[in-house]
């Protein structure tokens, strides 16, 4: 199997936590977490939201876009920008922590 893209997930210390992989010429978005130094077949335990290490700088409006690729493209454009794993549809409570204080555009 040849991914096509590896989108990597941080904790809030930076530290690779999950791993979303597009597969080359397919729909599917096979998931990994890291543990114990290598990435690991399944979701982590607990969500986080794309890009969550960059959510701390100056900078206070966040755009909830649709995928990790286009997350990656409006972080180049210098926003600060998350998505949710598995796309739009799978918001996971937990992770509405995060948006706290914020101005989030959907």
């Known amino acids: 199997m040849k991914f096509e893209a590896e ?16 597969i080359e010429g397919k729909k599917g978005f096979p998931i990994f977490h890291w543990k114990n130094g290598k990435w690991e ?13 960059l959510w701390f700088r100056e900078v206070r409006a966040l755009f909830d876009v649709e995928g990790e690729k ?8 210098g926003f600060l920008a998350t998505c949710n794993r598995g796309g739009a ?13 914020r101005t989030v555009y959907i």
């Open 89 to 101: 549809g799978n918001f996971q409570a937990e992770i509405a922590q995060y948006y706290k204080g």
């Open 70 to 77: 286009d997350s990656d493209y409006l972080v180049k454009l």
């Open 7 to 22: 989108y990597i997930y941080s904790d809030l210390n930076g530290n690779p936590y999950e791993k979303v992989c597009r």
């Open 41 to 53: 077949p399944g979701k982590a335990e607990k969500a986080l939201p794309y890009l969550i290490g």
